[in-house]
């Protein structure tokens, strides 16, 4: 990697893969998870996955990029992670718990590197490109609050007994 540029095509590739191997582990959260809304969050957020994915590959198009190649290795330990988690023997409610805490690491994960290639677009005079990337940072900020929400508001109680 010799410019900016290059280091951008690397972002949208290392993205592009963690959204492609997220899209095979959130069927996993949503058949664990032992609270409705938890598993409708889970479902939500994998048809957003599908749709992050499809945007970076219209980026991906319009800059003359293959996406695939690249293996998000951060993502692929994230998930990884979150399946030893699943392994582990739970409580139900201890389950819903740290299911979100396993996705959170996930979207902070997802927010760095959009933000980064947010960064780098706006930098390289890709205005278009870095709004279609500003609306999925705030589709995965969306998604934390969410998240944060479902477990300050009764999932990480209903754990504690």
Do not use: W
């Not at 664990?32 to 957020?45: G, I, R, Y």
């Not at 980026?59 to 030893?84: N, R, V, Y």
């Not at 996705?103 to 278009?128: C, K």
């Amino acid at each position: 990697m010799k410019t900016l540029e290059d280091l951008f095509e690397h972002q949208l590739k290392d993205l592009y893969s963690a959204e492609d191997q997220l899209m095979e582990a959130l069927p996993k959260m949503v058949k664990n998870a032992k609270d409705k809304k938890l598993k409708k969050a889970f479902e939500d957020h994998l048809e957003e996955t599908k749709e992050h994915k499809k945007r970076i590959k219209n980026i991906c198009e319009k800059l003359g990029i293959e996406p695939t190649g690249e293996k998000c290795k951060a993502m692929e330990g994230l998930i990884k992670e979150a399946e030893s988690f699943l392994e582990e023997d739970t409580d139900d409610d201890v389950l819903n718990a740290g299911l979100i805490a396993e996705a959170q690491r996930v979207e902070h994960y997802e927010i760095s590197g959009y933000g980064t290639a947010v960064r780098y677009a706006r930098e390289l005079g890709h205005d278009e490109i870095a709004n279609t990337l500003q609306k999925t940072l705030n589709e995965e900020y969306d998604a934390d609050k969410k998240l944060n929400q479902m477990a300050e508001g009764r999932l990480n109680e209903e754990a504690i007994s």
